[in-house]
């Protein structure tokens, strides 16, 4: 963009963009809350039960946070027993995590709760636009990815 050019917040597709994620996150967060969990907690739930085994690291990516909460959730679902950690790394340094049957239990009333935020807010799209919607956001996320610019380390 050159200097002086400014962004028109109603037309911009990346402040579009956040508001609907940041609409998303609060409507999950008013359904997990009753349930005891918040997004990350969830979304480590879910990426468990869909890819048993996966790393700390592994998971913070797939959640979008740091290493570091994601080692401090993992202890809490780990003390609450939704969650087994291995004693030792079977490779490396990574210690493999699994959902625990109460875990499973917590993970299906989470996921039918986010499901009536996910319908609500497909609502008013018919399956053409829904199809449309995942594969244009899928490109943008893409380009974005193999154009990234390198960290400045600041």
Not at 11 to 39: C, F
Not at 96 to 115: D, E, F, H, I, N
Not at 129 to 142: F, G, K, P, S, V
């Amino acid at each position: 963009m050159a200097q002086g050019e400014t962004i028109n917040l109603e037309t911009s597709l990346g402040y579009l963009l956040k508001e609907a994620a940041s609409a998303l996150r609060s409507a999950m967060e008013d359904v997990l809350r009753p349930l005891g969990m918040n997004v990350t907690h969830y979304s480590c739930l879910e990426l468990l039960a869909q890819r048993p085994g996966l790393s700390n690291s592994e998971l913070a990516r797939g959640a979008f946070v740091s290493r570091q909460s994601m080692n401090v959730l993992l202890q809490s679902m780990e003390r609450d027993g939704f969650v087994v950690r291995a004693e030792e790394a079977p490779t490396g340094r990574a210690l493999p995590t699994q959902l625990t049957q109460a875990g499973r239990k917590r993970l299906a009333a989470a996921s039918a709760a986010v499901r009536g935020v996910e319908l609500r807010m497909n609502s008013t799209l018919d399956a053409a636009e829904q199809d449309q919607l995942r594969a244009l956001l899928t490109r943008c996320a893409t380009s974005l990815r193999q154009h990234a610019q390198p960290s400045t380390g600041s």
